[in-house]
């Protein structure tokens, strides 16, 4: 039985989580569970699974919660709140696996804890990694911790590796096992046939409806730029200890290979399915068997045909800016990283236009590109910094 805590329950990637587990009654054991503010699905996930403790971030609705578990005479759930009690379950004893699902920088240092607390870490926070390189992979190696990761993209690419370059996330020596290339593919988003003229008129709900994809708002629209293609290619970097080159995005609108490695011999093996996330999240959690994800089968003769594009860069700028601060270092990719998710909150709520947020992305980037970045201190310091700067350069639309 495997005890568990998820950060970010009530997301898309908790919730499928819990879909998995609930298939699985007799192998996983809910202890934490938390969220930001969302009380009522909070509320039905403690009726069903009892954890031991929850954390809301927000004071306002942890409190809202406790009085509902009291109403339900579930008050034996403990319910505390802020960040630092995010680090506090992520790291407690009684846990022994943890889902890092919180989404964006504020997903850091509740993962870190997990992983120097020496926990199986299934890392679905790119922003982790993005923001902290190096200073996360030695906090892996220090503890012991073994980490899985949970993009589709990235779990697909470790499905595709040998055993030894698996028990090595970080630190595996992939030219060595054979490896010629990592291939990054995505999807292109909702924009991928639009003309570059249109771009600018595209509002929320349009870079929100992803083709094959149910997810959040924010990915949604990190998918529709290709940022988030931009963020997995940082953390590619990372996990699989690579140099930028050795890593290529492919375009694959069908979203049914999810990635795939090139060996020297001439072999490419890809990892492929229906686009779900309960199948990497059920291959994380039952490492090294298979369990069942309640992923139907993929159907190959219902299929339609399998097609690969290259990337146009000036369509998704922000991909190219993204592969480029990877090369610069980890100033330019923690500030790509706050500056990104101050813009696609202003896009989100109309602030400024789709093609404003490669922008302020780019000038954030420049201004702190040349910041040293060599603890934990300094990560969080420069995100703050960034997210002020880019605050700054957001403006009322105007009519």
Not at 149 to 169: V, Y
Not at 265 to 278: C, F, L, T, Y
């Amino acid at each position: 039985m495997q005890t568990l805590c998820i950060l970010g329950s009530t997301g898309s990637i908790g919730k499928s989580t819990l879909d998995v587990v609930r298939l699985h009654p007799e192998k996983f054991d809910i202890v934490s569970l938390s969220a930001h503010s969302s009380v009522e699905l909070m509320f039905a996930q403690c009726l069903e699974f009892r954890p031991n403790k929850v954390v809301m971030v927000s004071t306002k609705h942890a409190k809202a919660l406790a009085s509902k578990l009291v109403a339900a005479n579930l008050s034996d759930i403990e319910v505390t709140s802020g960040t630092s009690a995010l680090e506090t379950i992520a790291q407690a004893p009684s846990t022994d696996t943890v889902m890092a699902a919180i989404v964006g920088a504020s997903g850091l240092l509740p993962t870190l804890a997990a992983v120097k607390a020496g926990k199986k870490v299934l890392l679905a926070n790119k922003e982790a990694l993005v923001t902290s390189g190096a200073i996360f992979i030695d906090a892996v190696k220090q503890s012991g911790a073994q980490l899985l990761p949970i993009d589709s993209e990235h779990n697909a690419i470790f499905q595709c590796l040998p055993l030894n370059a698996q028990q090595q996330p970080g630190y595996c020596d992939l030219p060595n096992e054979g490896v010629s290339k990592i291939l990054l593919t995505g999807s292109g988003g909702p924009f991928r046939t639009w003309q570059l003229d249109e771009l600018e008129k595209v509002t929320p709900d349009q870079a929100c409806a992803h083709p094959n994809w149910d997810m959040g708002r924010k990915i949604s629209v990190d998918s529709a730029t290709m940022m988030n293609k931009g963020l997995e290619f940082i953390e590619a970097k990372w996990l699989f200890n690579l140099e930028p080159d050795d890593i290529q995005v492919v375009l694959h609108p069908q979203s049914t290979i999810h990635s795939m490695v090139q060996y020297k011999d001439g072999s490419v093996i890809a990892q492929m399915g229906n686009p779900d996330m309960r199948t990497p999240i059920a291959h994380a959690l039952s490492f090294p068997q298979r369990i069942e994800s309640g992923v139907a089968p993929f159907d190959f003769f219902a299929a339609k045909s399998l097609e690969f594009e290259a990337v146009d860069f000036d369509k998704y700028p922000n991909l190219k800016l993204a592969i480029e601060a990877c090369k610069s270092g980890q100033g330019a990719c923690t500030a790509l990283n706050a500056a990104n998710e101050i813009a696609v909150d202003a896009f989100l709520n109309e602030k400024i236009k789709f093609t404003d947020i490669v922008k302020i992305n780019e000038t954030s980037v420049n201004k702190f590109v040349s910041e040293k970045v060599t603890s934990i201190e300094d990560v969080v310091a420069l995100d703050n910094n960034v997210r002020i700067f880019a605050q700054s350069l957001v403006t009322e639309p105007k009519h």
